[in-house]
């Protein structure tokens, strides 16, 4: 990722923290240091609800670059710690108590101040730079609204259920088990650093159901949004998705 962007990171970071910790996108819409004309693309989901194929497959039909385990990989060579120990914070709430044990027993721990200040600046170098499906970690929070495309992705539960068991292997208590310490983790780390409610869907563009819907299908319909919002942009000439 060019480094040219960091300055402007530097920037919106700042004027995140004076506005309490990164929790308000709507506040700098206007903010010239988000005046891109290459617009991009978040998506939130709940497992099992096939966020991430559906992900891979917006960023693969518009060509734009998809943005998640690259975060952690990212994440680690800035904090200069293993790439393993990052996976283990990912998308996870932290009280200051944990904090504090795991960093006197682990010296290679990372606080959740520098994990996520260094997240939000990842995820607010690719928002500038655009042309990027950013999967997860709060990134509709994150970025500003209007220069974004904001999508959750959502399924009833016996559905997410019986995808776990049908696609990835596990028994029923297991899905449900997984599902449940994963769907708590993620909306944790959202309430906890974002101070907002990842389940309102007025905090979306398009909240997508994918009982009815293949991965084909849903990410169409994802683009199909993607152009009705950035009409005018990409009418313009600064967007040309692959044909």
Same mark, same amino acid.
């Given at each position: 990722?060019?480094?040219?962007?960091?300055?402007?990171?530097?920037?919106?970071?700042?004027?995140?923290?004076?506005?309490?910790?990164?929790?308000?996108?709507?506040?700098?819409?206007?903010?010239?240091?988000?005046?891109?004309?290459?617009?991009?693309?978040?998506?939130?989901?709940? /497992?099992?609800?096939?966020?991430?194929?559906?992900?891979?497959?917006?960023?693969?039909?518009?060509?734009?670059?998809?943005?998640?385990?690259?975060?952690?990989?990212? $994440?680690?060579?800035?904090?200069?710690?293993?790439?393993?120990?990052?996976?283990?914070?990912?998308?996870?709430?932290?009280?200051?108590?944990?904090?504090?044990?795991?960093?006197?027993?682990?010296?290679?721990?990372?606080?959740?101040?520098?994990?996520?200040?260094?997240?939000?600046?990842?995820?607010?170098?690719?928002?500038?730079?655009?042309?990027?499906?950013?999967?997860?970690?709060?990134?509709?929070?994150?970025?500003?609204?209007?220069?974004?495309?904001?999508?959750?992705?959502?399924? /009833?539960?016996?559905?997410?259920?019986?995808?776990?068991?049908?696609?990835?292997?596990?028994?029923?208590?297991?899905?449900?088990? $997984?599902?449940?310490?994963?769907?708590?983790?993620?909306?944790?780390?959202?309430?906890?650093?974002?101070?907002?409610?990842?389940?309102?869907?007025?905090?979306?563009?398009?909240?997508?159901?994918?009982?009815?819907?293949?991965?084909?299908?849903?990410?169409?319909?994802?683009?199909?949004?993607?152009?009705?919002?950035?009409?005018?942009?990409?009418?313009?000439?600064?967007?040309? /998705?692959?044909?």
């Amino acid at each position: 990722m060019s480094t040219n962007y960091y300055p402007l990171v530097n920037k919106a970071l700042r004027f995140f923290k004076l506005k309490q910790k990164m929790v308000s996108s709507e506040t700098h819409n206007s903010d010239a240091s988000f005046s891109t004309s290459v617009p991009f693309i978040t998506i939130s989901r709940e /497992p099992g609800s096939g966020g991430a194929p559906i992900a891979h497959a917006v960023a693969k039909k518009l060509d734009f670059e998809l943005i998640d385990k690259q975060l952690i990989e990212y $994440i680690a060579r800035s904090t200069k710690k293993r790439k393993e120990i990052i996976e283990q914070i990912d998308e996870k709430a932290r009280t200051s108590i944990e904090d504090i044990v795991h960093s006197i027993l682990n010296k290679e721990y990372v606080n959740d101040v520098k994990y996520t200040e260094e997240l939000f600046r990842v995820i607010l170098a690719h928002a500038i730079k655009g042309k990027t499906v950013i999967l997860g970690r709060g990134g509709n929070f994150v970025t500003p609204f209007a220069r974004g495309l904001h999508v959750s992705i959502t399924a /009833p539960y016996s559905i997410r259920v019986q995808r776990s068991i049908d696609y990835e292997g596990y028994t029923s208590s297991q899905a449900k088990e $997984i599902i449940a310490k994963v769907e708590k983790e993620r909306r944790d780390f959202v309430r906890q650093y974002l101070k907002k409610d990842s389940k309102k869907s007025n905090s979306y563009d398009l909240v997508l159901n994918t009982t009815y819907f293949s991965i084909d299908e849903a990410s169409d319909v994802i683009i199909e949004a993607f152009y009705k919002k950035f009409a005018q942009t990409i009418n313009h000439g600064s967007f040309k /998705p692959r044909d």
